[in-house]
């Protein structure tokens, strides 16, 4: 399904972005990892070839033009070719509207969203080349629909991804390029056994999230045979949106 497609994952040195990678890798992809820490990059790319992967890593930061251009152009030189892109980068940084600068504000925003849109555009100039074009998967998140106080700066970016998602889909519609967002809702990437009962049984699929979730349905989101699925927002949180919470 994925033996020697060209995958592209941001945020890729821990966390989600690193799972994502690890499945991709697992079946047979040639994975770039692009991420802004170098150091952990470079570990997590050294342990993937030790395992027998094909990956290669390369420092970036989504925040800046160049170093998009130069992630694409580094895959391309490396492995021909893009075939899927999985937007995953972003930080999440509550503080309040009273409080949050200029500077604060557009530092979440080019990170978790201009970056979205310049690392499609540029995946897709390599994609549309392709027989079969390509899939663009980015990661939006419940918090897109629903929020806790001082989410501001990222709720907004998260909504943008899925309207970006959307039109994104349309304009590369003709270049046999789908795109699609996921919405995780809780993902436990740190220490899943420390979870306490109530934290799974709050939800309705009576767990709280992994990792490997997300990989999955960025296997489906991806598989040429789904090519009847674009420009949609994949919510994967368990049920937690869809339930009805009163204080008592």
């Known amino acids: 399904m994925f033996d020697n497609k060209v995958v592209i994952v941001t945020g890729a040195a821990q966390g989600i972005g690193k799972e994502i990678a690890t499945q991709y890798a697992k079946v047979g992809a040639n994975v770039v990892l692009a991420d802004l820490n170098e150091e952990l990059g470079e570990t997590v790319n050294n342990e993937f070839l030790a395992a027998g992967y094909s990956t290669t890593f390369v420092k970036t930061d989504v925040r800046k033009e160049k170093d998009i251009a130069n992630l694409m152009k580094r895959a391309v030189e490396q492995f021909a070719t893009i075939h899927i892109l999985i937007n995953n980068a972003g930080i999440f940084k509550p503080i309040s509207p009273y409080d949050i600068t200029v500077e604060q504000w557009d530092d979440v925003m080019n990170t978790n969203l201009r970056s979205v849109f310049l690392c499609s555009r540029e995946a897709a100039k390599f994609m549309r080349l392709n027989k079969q074009g390509g899939a663009i998967v980015s990661m939006a998140s419940t918090r897109a629909m629903m929020s806790e106080p001082y989410t501001e700066s990222y709720a907004a970016t998260k909504g943008g991804i899925v309207a970006l998602t959307h039109a994104l889909a349309s304009s590369f519609s003709h270049d046999r390029i789908k795109v699609n967002c996921i919405s995780p809702g809780w993902i436990e990437t740190v220490d899943y056994e420390s979870l306490r009962e109530i934290d799974h049984e709050q ?45 008592e």
């Not at 990792?211 to 049920?239: K, Q, W």
């Open 203 to 247: 939800h309705l699929s009576r767990r709280v999230g992994k990792p490997e979730d997300i990989a999955r349905a960025c296997f489906y989101l991806t598989d040429e045979r789904n090519d009847f699925v674009t420009g949609i927002n994949l919510t994967v949180d368990g049920g937690m949106t869809k339930k009805m919470i009163y204080e």
